[in-house]
């Protein structure tokens, strides 16, 4: 079968197989987050913010991109990746500042603890305290806290949504909408792209497993944890969510059982796989025409709030 991989993609992963298709599996913990703070020279411009600071909500550290010093302005809370055991607003910066200028919203992005370090729950009691407080504070920050859309990408897409699914069972408030960049759902790694994706395309299976193993830090039973397995949840009631996946991702397939499992839960659910491109892509917007139109896409949903 022949393979079509976007250019700027297709020079990474050609790169990527010439070196021995390293995995950062064989990294150590801090070679593994600094790897991924270097990567960010490829995530494309970078537009000036009006203001951003970092502040603690619930004492959860965030830092808040106001693009403009518009009144009420909705907000979006964005649920960063990493494999649970990297990962912040500074690699994710560029993503977030395009979001927010694109959108006009104020950004809001959690620094939840990370394993090994840390193990679960911890990620996802931080990103679900910092949400509550954003909800009752952000006001301060000149935001309209009525309308809230989450957006997370892997790891961030499973915090996203586990959270949205915890202040569901709460009976709280829920997002306006989530949007959902190729998720991490199945700690096992059960689905034919694990399979046939999982070697050849820089993120690999090994790369993504080890951060659920990592984040659970128990034996094999520990991956049985019911928030860690979205898939087999009960999604009724979830507002509408929009899925992001990569035509060459380990994830493919299980962002698009999401999908099919939303739908089936009676949730107004959209779906969209790009062609040519990996998991990771999203970051990758200085050589991916795909990111930027990722990044425009995901901005004029969330902008839709405004209107």
């Given at each position: 079968m022949t393979i079509f991989l976007e250019l700027?993609?297709?020079?990474l992963v050609e790169e990527f197989q010439a070196?021995?298709?390293?995995?950062?599996?064989?990294?150590?913990?801090?070679?593994?987050?600094?790897?991924?703070?270097s990567s960010t020279v490829l995530?494309?411009?970078?537009?000036?913010?009006?203001?951003?600071?970092?502040?603690?909500?619930?004492?959860?550290?965030?830092?808040?991109?106001?693009?403009?010093?518009?009144?009420?302005?909705?907000?979006?809370?964005?649920?960063?990746?990493?494999?649970?055991?990297?990962?912040?607003?500074?690699?994710?910066?560029?993503?977030?500042?395009?979001?927010?200028?694109?959108?006009?919203?104020?950004?809001?992005?959690i620094k939840y603890r990370l394993a090994p370090e840390f193990v679960y729950p911890a990620a996802h009691d931080d990103v679900y305290n910092a949400v509550l407080a954003i909800k009752t504070e952000a006001d301060k920050y000149g935001a309209d806290t009525d309308k809230i859309v989450f957006v997370g990408d892997s790891a961030g897409g499973q915090l996203a949504l586990a959270t949205s699914l915890r202040l569901k069972h709460a009976k709280q408030w829920l997002p306006c909408q989530q949007i959902l960049i190729y998720p991490m759902l199945d700690p096992k790694?059960?689905?034919?792209?694990?399979?046939?994706?999982g070697t050849d395309y820089i993120i690999t299976a090994k790369m993504l497993l080890s951060g659920f193993e990592m984040y659970v830090a128990g034996p094999q039973s520990a991956l049985d944890i019911a928030e860690l397995n979205l898939l087999d949840a009960d999604l009724s009631g979830l507002p509408s969510t929009t899925i992001i996946t990569a035509e060459f991702d380990p994830l493919c397939d299980e962002g698009e059982q999401l999908y099919k499992l939303l739908r089936t839960h009676g949730v107004e659910a959209y779906c969209q796989r790009y062609l040519g491109v990996i998991h990771g892509f999203f970051q990758l917007a200085g050589v991916s025409d795909s990111a930027k139109q990722c990044i425009s896409s995901i901005a004029y949903q969330i902008s839709r709030l405004s209107r």
């Open positions: 700027g993609i297709k020079e070196n021995g298709k390293p995995c950062a599996t064989t990294q150590t913990i801090a070679a593994r987050r600094t790897g991924y703070v995530a494309g411009k970078s537009p000036a913010m009006h203001s951003e600071f970092v502040d603690e909500l619930n004492g959860i550290q965030v830092k808040v991109y106001k693009p403009t010093n518009e009144p009420n302005l909705p907000v979006t809370v964005y649920f960063h990746g990493g494999c649970f055991v990297s990962g912040g607003y500074e690699t994710h910066d560029a993503q977030i500042r395009q979001i927010a200028a694109l959108s006009n919203t104020i950004v809001i992005c790694g059960r689905s034919a792209s694990y399979k046939s994706n």
